[in-house]
């Protein structure tokens, strides 16, 4: 399906009294030629063929007119003159933003508008605003949207982005998984005409833990294709500890490279290093394992310390009172310690 008919659904369920002129102008659009495009042709062709839909004229706004949107995938905070650079420039040369962001009325709100898409046309207009560029506004188009059609909307024109990275989307689609369609990823696929398998790797990837991501250059590098071997050890407890502590070394030499202004170490290699520290079998071994028992000497579990002291304790129910069974835990926590003090 088309970028334009998803954007007629949307549009459809968000404006029905506009829903009647959709038609004709569907089959204008399908007999028109189709010519190979750059990006920013594509971008534009996609605006144009939605604006037809919305039928709402553009304003000229001033970015402290309107509020950002939390609900969209871009990271408001993340963007520098650097990234928006060449953006920048184009505006100052067509003298303001040739394609229209999208915002909706906030009537509750402090701000007169939301934006809903155009992050980066926001963030570059108001920069040249407070660059010696007063006179430069932010063209928009108002819709009325509900939140659900509003990330729908912003997550079409994402998809055209080559900036937005696989992880930004990520975590946007697993607070809307919740926010929007009850956790039903089955739902959400359907309504963003997404493959449920594509869904639910977006989805695995926004669960990676915290301590994975730091270990590439920048979460931006944290792509689906160099997610993919990660993911499915997640569930594997062993491989997903000895990953980790691979990537706590690996989260330090990149700082380390980063203050010196030197080159990161590529995703790539960090995925072959955090492959090798999973399946390293010579890790595996020197887990030691330790018979958990109390003062009477009567078994009920097992513990085992990794070279981490990290302790897995694996507890047999038996007919120990409680007392008996914290005093055998205290007593291998304790040795745990001595264990810690001597390798130190």
Known sequence: MSKRSIFDEVIKNAAADQADGGGDQEGAVASRARKPMNFAARRLDTFEEAAKLLKKPAISLKPDEVSIWPGNARDYAALTEERVRTLIDSLVAENGNRIPVIVRPTPNG???????????????????????????????????????????????????????????????????????????????????????????????LSEMPRTIVAAF?????????????????????????????????????????????EAVIPAGEVVARLLSAANDTQARARRQKQALCTSSGREFGQVERDRATELIVKIVPTDSSIDELIEGLRAAIERSRIWTKTRA
């Open 217 to 261: 250059g920048s979460p931006r590098d944290l792509t689906l294709h160099f997610a993919k071997p990660l993911l499915p050890l997640m569930d594997d407890r062993e491989k997903l500890a000895r990953m980790e502590q691979a990537a706590s070394a690996l989260s330090e030499e990149q700082s380390l490279k980063q203050s010196f202004d």
């Open 110 to 204: 402090e701000k007169r508008y939301e934006l809903v898409t155009g992050t980066r046309r926001h963030w570059a207009v108001a920069w040249l605003n407070a660059n010696d560029h007063p006179e430069i506004s932010l063209y928009a188009s108002i819709e009325d949207l509900t939140d659900e059609a509003a990330f729908r909307v912003a997550d079409i024109e994402n998809r055209e982005r080559e900036d937005i990275s696989d992880y930004e989307r990520a975590i946007n689609y697993k607070e809307a998984l919740q926010a929007h369609y009850g956790g039903v990823q089955r739902r959400m696929s359907e309504r963003l005409k997404l493959s449920p398998g594509t869904l639910s790797r977006y989805i695995a």
